[in-house]
């Protein structure tokens, strides 16, 4: 068992309203971790749309989601956040008034006074193929991630997609495996263009397979795959006899374990009270897109203001016996000594 | 105003009025074609709006671009006259546009 990290607060997502989250804790000197199942931080503008312009941030005519993301982390700094990224929070129980226990599929264990649920969309999990009888292959034999490369050795692999994902781990594996196919639905691939010179060239030197077309089948039982169908292009049915399959397909947005938190749900999203948006259960909170109250917008805006009433609650659990007086960033000398500008 | 019908998988078929200048994924949302889930909201990003473009259609509606087809590769069952219905833009050439939606997009 590793160590249990104690914290104030604990934000499960490190889209933009959870990197403000941090903000407006930090003024209230609430210390703030979080955890996001993304490799990096900024949420949907990360993963989304880093390049595309967002046109209603107040008093910012015009920012990319890249852009919005970085201010953020700038504006935060002050306030020293840890992250913990590549992690998806699976379990949470209440363990005290308020004291929350928090696990992550990375092994990690949090101990945390308040919690937010700033998870947007839901967590960015894989697209699963829609192949019949998938199910009982997945993690046996079916992998949307490597975590162990040397699970693969001397194994029958079959690659599926054609971006940097497919391609890293096509030449990744190929040398370890006894054989590896790629199975992409055409003849060019959008990853990088020295990964897909290298794939070519062990196609071309017979290191390793090529097929364009789709899988259509799979083979096998227990959970242990023994070939796929792959229908090329031209409708031509070919079988290959596979251990192991790996399809990468991208992100899509799962709203995952938080269903079983014993929080109230409306149609996958958290209800919350609108003065300091916490949930049916003292001491959660639910800010951003995915929580619900009659008027909500699904705004980056509001997911802000909404971090900003959710921090004066966080307040009274965090420091009971301290009155919250409040203070403005452009006058309070103590505010700007947090800031690191007085 | 032209008029796009959507035939989803099942056979449903939804025949609504596409405003001038929005996107065939847009139009999909505003009549509540369920099965465009369009979740990055038209950016290109995530190719769950993907639609089968009628075959007699899919000259006047063109190939995607080399950016869309790259999307494209994220999605299933892709045939040749596929396209992500965010990036056919509604015109009045396209009044009379059926295209088909998949049983599954990814999610």
Redesign the interface.
């Known amino acids: 068992m590793s160590e249990t990290i104690k914290t104030d607060v604990l934000i499960i997502g490190a889209g933009p309203v959870g990197l403000f989250a941090v903000f407006e804790l930090g003024l209230l000197d609430i210390k703030a971790q979080l955890v996001d199942i993304l490799d990096k931080v900024g949420g949907q503008c990360a993963e989304l749309y880093p390049e595309k312009p967002i046109y209603d941030i107040p008093g910012i005519p015009f920012i990319t989601g890249h852009g919005l993301t970085d201010a953020l982390m700038q504006q935060i700094k002050p306030f020293h956040p840890t992250f913990h990224l590549g992690e998806m929070v699976t379990t949470l129980e209440k363990i005290g008034e308020p004291l929350f226990r928090l696990r992550t599929d990375a092994g990690k264990t949090f101990e945390a006074k308040c919690v937010v649920i700033a998870a947007g969309g839901g967590s960015f999990q894989p697209k699963r193929p829609p192949i019949q009888g998938i199910e009982p292959y997945e993690e046996k034999s079916v992998f949307y991630a490597v975590r162990k490369m040397d699970a693969f050795r001397d194994k029958r692999l079959l690659v599926v997609g054609g971006g940097d994902s497919a391609l890293d781990w096509t030449l990744n594996l190929q040398p370890i495996a006894k054989r590896l196919t790629l199975v992409h639905r055409r003849d060019e691939f959008r990853g990088a263009p020295d990964s897909v010179n290298k794939m070519r060239a062990l196609v071309a030197a017979g290191g390793m397979d090529l097929k364009i077309g789709q899988v259509t089948a799979l083979e096998g039982g227990d959970g242990k795959l023994t070939a796929c169908s792959i229908k090329g292009n031209d409708g031509a049915l070919s079988r290959i006899e596979v251990d192991a399959m790996l399809p990468f397909f991208g992100l899509t947005m799962k709203l995952g374990p938080v269903a079983d938190w014993g929080l109230r749900m409306e149609d996958e999203l958290i209800p919350a009270e609108t003065a300091a948006f916490e949930t049916n259960i003292p001491g959660l909170f639910a800010i951003g897109d995915i929580n619900t109250y009659p008027g909500k917008l699904k705004l980056i805006l509001s997911g802000f203001h909404e971090a900003a009433l959710m921090a004066q609650k966080a307040h009274r659990y965090v420091y009971p016996e301290k009155k919250l007086v409040f203070q403005y960033t452009t006058s309070s000398t103590s505010l700007q000594k947090k800031l690191g500008v007085a | 105003m032209p008029k796009i019908t959507y035939i989803e998988h099942d056979g449903t078929a939804h025949t609504v009025e596409g405003e001038l200048g929005s996107t065939v994924m847009e139009t999909a949302l505003r009549n509540d074609v369920a099965s465009i889930v369009a979740?990055?909201?038209g950016?290109c990003?995530?190719?769950?709006c993907l639609v089968h473009v009628d075959e007699k259609w899919f000259t006047v509606v063109g190939p995607p671009s080399a950016e869309e087809?790259?999307q494209i590769?994220?999605?299933?069952?892709?045939k040749p006259t596929s396209r992500l219905s965010c990036q056919i833009k509604v015109t009045e050439a396209l009044d009379g546009l059926v295209v088909y939606t998949p049983?599954?997009q990814?999610?």
């Open positions: 979740e990055c909201g950016s990003t995530c190719a769950t087809e790259e590769d994220a999605a299933f069952e892709v049983a599954y990814g999610r």
